[in-house]
């Protein structure tokens, strides 16, 4: 199964609600960029992800329940931290209400919410999608 860009809305934001994660931002202007794993030409996985300039959020990690526990997630994970490494990106941050433990396996370490650069904060994920509860992680991309 390949990763590949995904900009389908309907798709996308299909598999978010299906996996219970918010979508109400997806169809915005500043379209983060969506990368996922087609299994029989439907969407089953996906990850998001914000570039501002040495900075990045990752957002919306979900794989369809019938697929979860095969890898999918890091291969998205990796796949994405590639990506933003290739565009310059030294830090990644992400929140998390379910998924703080995958996460943390991951190399990602628990981070002060108010340590957020300002590109972080002002994104709808930080502002207003994730609760103050959410787990707050980063992790530093080296090259």
Excluded: H, W
Aim: hydrophobic share 45%; glycine share 4%; charged share 20%.
């Amino acid at each position: 199964m390949q990763i590949k860009r995904v900009s389908d809305l309907a798709e996308i934001t299909r598999l978010l609600d299906d996996c219970n994660l918010k979508s109400s931002d997806v169809a915005v202007e500043n379209l983060p960029v969506f990368c996922g794993i087609k299994y029989k030409n439907e969407l089953i996985a996906i990850i998001g992800l914000e570039i501002f300039e040495d900075v990045g959020l990752l957002r919306s990690l979900a794989v369809a329940a019938a697929f979860r526990e095969k890898g999918l997630a890091t291969s998205l994970v990796l796949y994405a931290e590639d990506q933003a490494r290739q565009q310059g990106v030294k830090t990644l941050y992400l929140l998390t209400n379910t998924a703080e433990k995958f996460f943390l396996k991951a190399s990602y370490q628990i981070t002060e919410r108010n340590m957020a650069p300002i590109e972080i904060q002002a994104t709808s994920q930080f502002s207003s999608l994730c609760p103050l509860s959410s787990a707050f992680l980063s992790k530093q991309l080296t090259n």
